[in-house]
Nanobody, 127 residues
Framework: VELVQSGGGLVQAGESLRLSCAVS?????????ILWFRQSPGKEREAIAC????????HVINSVKGRFTISSDRAEHTVYLQMNSLNAEDTAVYYC????????????????????WGQGTQVTVSS
């Protein structure tokens, strides 16, 4: 399985970006979650959102809730992270990851083990 990310870039505070994570290859059972992580310089990698592609259950951490939305397009095998009202603290490298989970399991179960990673994409927010 391969995850290819797109989107990202340099924006000003208050603007929006949409990141994409396209899944290709053999996903075996087809039951998996996509998680978005980010890592800022000098900080640990942080999980910020997830979605189960089985039943679209989602989770977004409190610090970005209301600004970030995660969604999926099953036909395109793509997961999106819509990021609005960006601020300087959102500056980071963003990664998507795939985790095999059981059917109808909450997507956060994917935090236990990630089976594949995207290449990462830089998001820079200027203030």
């Amino acid at each position: 399985v391969e995850l290819v990310q797109s989107g990202g870039g340099l924006v000003q505070a208050g603007e929006s970006l949409r990141l994409s994570c396209a899944v290709s290859g053999n996903t075996f059972s087809g039951y998996y979650a996509i998680l978005w992580f980010r890592q800022s310089p000098g900080k640990e990698r942080e999980a910020i959102a997830c979605i189960s592609v089985t039943d679209d259950n989602t989770h977004v951490i409190n610090s970005v809730k209301g600004r970030f939305t995660i969604s999926s397009d099953r036909a395109e095998h793509t997961v999106y992270l819509q990021m609005n009202s960006l601020n300087a603290e959102d500056t980071a490298v963003y990664y998507c990851a795939l985790s095999y989970i059981t059917p109808r399991a909450p997507c956060v179960n994917g935090l236990t083990l990630q089976n594949a990673w995207g290449q990462g994409t830089q998001v820079t927010v200027s203030s």
